[in-house]
């Protein structure tokens, strides 16, 4: 079993019965079949026999010519009068050729040796999992899981290749993309646990541009030129295709003059890196195969784009930073600039071995730190500076709060003392959230709401269990001034709401007086003897009113008027139980308002926004100051505070356009309410103010 926790599946059966034939021919041995360890076969030397089939081994070999170990299946018995085996051979070959996925294994070319159809391969430097479980060993949950997952990216491969894995995955849904879940919880909508989301990234596939009429004369066979990609001083890089696989191939030629790269590096492979072929050198001609990528040159993806978000930026850099640890040992002048950068069909940088094109402003590995800088600088804003130029700039445009203190490390400070502790920090920011989600900001605008519902429930739980007259006596004080003013006038007018006044303070002492456990001497706890004596004189002239009576006097009293009517003509407060609890709500934004500016000024940051994780920047990615801050809160909380009953009270506009304004005030705070939750990173407020949310 392979060290490395991605399993990779083989391509062809190694133990076992091979797949080229049901049936049981007569047979014939083909040159191939007697084969012993340390035997030359062709270009390889067999090393030892890793499984045998109905038709064919494979071996672990070497191959003389460029000293890479690699497995190799060799067809040793052809079954007799069966004309068509090579041709199927071969075509297994080509259907596990087109397979190119970190957990399958890679096909580097299928040939004849001496008469003998071979198919070589990556190979496996571990054991099979049939070897782990033959040797009583059990694996931990979790190495078990990382097994299976990694199996069954490798199956989707297939299975997108047409090479098809089984029936099975005709009813499994379980991807990587949908986090694993299986048919049943896409059925049910549920999940058994929580997984983080995976950054996903799609990168077009632009391919560089071919020259198709030009020509060489250096023989890449068993590959076909098909174009030229770019030319430099030292190499040139053609497009190509294996016939053999079907498959389209690189080729990068060597000048006479260039010294080649060693075949033993080349043959290392990394996932941050294209997969070396087959190499050739001899009589001074030069060249390599690497296979040809999907995705797009890194500069061409960016000025095709304009720019790149933040999680894209973050798995370039993290896959540049991991590539470029490996190459810190071993050539610290080798020369690399954006031209060697490509980003294949899944965001995954990989760095070229050669440029793609003329190299310009070159770094060495060694200054690797200023390669990094100019990479981020030019993927987040499409400016190309110069390496001599990027003395402490930074991206202007908002990025999370983790990652501008990435940025400010690599960028300003320096501080990364190694690529793999950047690409560490790099890991740790992938499960973090690279953007303010709708639900997010939605639930920091229900953080004021919370309480104000909670007041809305209580108050009507209140004004359920408590009858209209109890209210009405809880404001005798202000009703017994009324009175007084209202005597005091000739107009008929109030000497009308005069009486029904007098009408709802006498039913009103009446009912209080009827309760068993009170007693109307407990009112001088809260009036005074003179207030008490007026309720009981009401009381005595009204002696026989009922309750359709009292009901009728609160109409008359102007007791149960329109709550906007209300709100607008009176210059009093009123004591009415429905005027209460919305004085208090409206009261308790308007406390929103206030604190919300001062924690703004005190703490810089708005509290709401603070208590979800969400930090504000200015449009080119700095920190808001203070006053800033506090111009972005003024204008997101400027409507509600005209609905605080005391600025009512000192801007009174009449009907109708009192009506208008406030109807058009809330139908602004509710179009922002909405518009901040569709548009998460920049609401109304963001806009005027010239601010971003992101979060922490």
Not at 122 to 136: C, F, K, P, R, V
């Amino acid at each position: 079993m392979d060290s490395d926790p991605n399993r990779k599946i083989e391509n062809e059966e190694t133990h076992g019965a091979s797949r080229l034939d049901t049936q049981e021919p007569a047979k014939r041995d083909s040159p191939g079949s007697q084969l012993s360890e340390g035997q030359l076969f062709g270009s390889y030397r067999l090393i030892r026999r890793l499984g045998k089939g109905g038709f064919g081994e494979v071996w672990e070999a070497d191959n003389i010519e460029n000293n890479r170990k690699l497995a190799i299946k060799i067809l040793t018995v052809i079954p007799f009068l069966s004309t068509n085996i090579v041709e199927r051979f071969q075509q297994e070959g080509r259907l596990a050729a087109s397979i190119n996925h970190p957990n399958c294994v890679y096909v580097f070319g299928a040939e004849n040796v001496t008469g003998v159809p071979v198919i070589t391969m990556e190979l496996m430097t571990g054991g099979t999992l049939q070897d782990i479980l033959n040797s009583g060993s059990k694996l931990a949950v979790k190495q078990a899981v990382d097994y299976t997952l990694s199996l069954m990216d490798g199956l989707e491969a297939a299975w997108s290749a047409a090479l098809n894995p089984g029936w099975l995955l005709l009813i499994v849904t379980m991807r990587r993309r949908n986090g694993y879940a299986g048919l049943h919880e896409i059925i049910s909508k549920t999940r058994v646990m929580a997984l983080p989301q995976a950054e996903k990234v799609s990168v077009p596939d632009l391919q560089p541009a071919v020259l198709k009429e030009e020509k060489t004369d250096q023989d890449f066979r068993p590959y076909r030129v098909t174009g030229l990609i770019c030319r430099t001083e030292k190499e040139a890089i053609f497009s190509g295709r294996d016939e053999t696989l079907k498959r389209d191939v690189w080729i990068r030629g060597y000048f006479a003059s260039t010294r080649p790269a060693g075949t033993e590096e080349l043959s290392v492979y990394r996932s941050g890196r294209l997969r070396w072929i087959q190499g050739y050198r001899k009589d001074n001609r030069n060249w390599d195969v690497f296979e040809s990528p999907s995705g797009a040159a890194f500069t061409s993806w960016v000025q095709s784009r304009g720019t790149l978000f933040w999680p894209e930026m973050r798995k370039i850099l993290q896959g540049i930073s991991t590539e470029l640890q490996s190459l810190l040992a071993k050539d610290l002048n080798r020369e690399i600039s954006l031209q060697h950068i490509w980003i294949d069909a899944s965001g995954q940088a990989k760095l070229l071995d050669f440029p793609l094109g003329p190299q310009q402003d070159c770094a060495t590995i060694e200054r690797w730190q200023v390669f990094l800088h100019q990479v981020l600088l030019f993927g987040l804003t499409g400016k190309k500076v110069t390496l001599e130029g990027l003395d402490g700039i930074t991206p202007d445009i908002p990025v999370p709060e983790s990652g501008r203190t990435v940025i400010r490390k690599l960028c300003v400070e320096k501080s990364f003392a190694a690529p793999d502790a950047l690409a560490r920090e790099l890991v740790l920011l992938a499960g973090k959230r690279a953007e303010v989600t709708k639900w997010r900001r939605f639930f920091s605008l229900c953080l004021p709401l919370t309480p104000l519902f909670l007041i809305v429930f209580a108050v009507s739980v209140i004004l359920y269990v408590l009858p209209s007259w109890f209210v009405d006596l809880a404001g005798t004080t202000e009703h017994l001034k009324q009175l007084q003013e209202l005597s005091e006038s000739k107009d008929k007018d109030a000497q009308t709401r005069l009486k029904a006044l007098e009408q709802v303070l006498a039913y009103s002492y009446k009912e209080y007086s009827k309760l068993p456990a009170r007693n109307p001497a407990n009112l001088q706890l809260s009036l005074e003897p003179p207030q008490l004596e007026k309720l009981k004189a009401l009381g005595k002239k009204y002696p026989s009113l009922e309750k359709t009576g009292y009901l009728e006097a609160r109409k008359q009293a102007g007791l149960d008027q329109n709550l906007l009517v209300t709100m607008l003509h009176n210059d009093k407060p009123d004591n009415r139980p429905w005027y209460i609890s919305l004085f208090s709500i409206l009261t308790f934004l308007s406390f929103f308002f206030f604190a919300s500016i001062f924690f703004v000024l005190a703490f810089r940051y708005p509290i709401l926004l603070r208590l979800v994780g969400i930090s504000v920047q200015t449009k080119k990615g700095e920190r808001v100051g203070r006053l800033h801050c506090a111009l972005r809160s003024l204008i997101a909380w400027l409507p509600i505070l005209f609905f605080n009953p005391w600025v009512m009270r000192v801007v009174v506009i009449r009907p109708p356009v009192g009506y208008l304004f406030y109807l058009g005030l809330i139908a602004l705070t509710l179009f922002g309410i909405v518009y901040a939750i569709l548009n998460p990173s920049r609401g109304i407020q963001d806009r005027i103010a010239g601010t971003v949310l992101v979060p922490d």
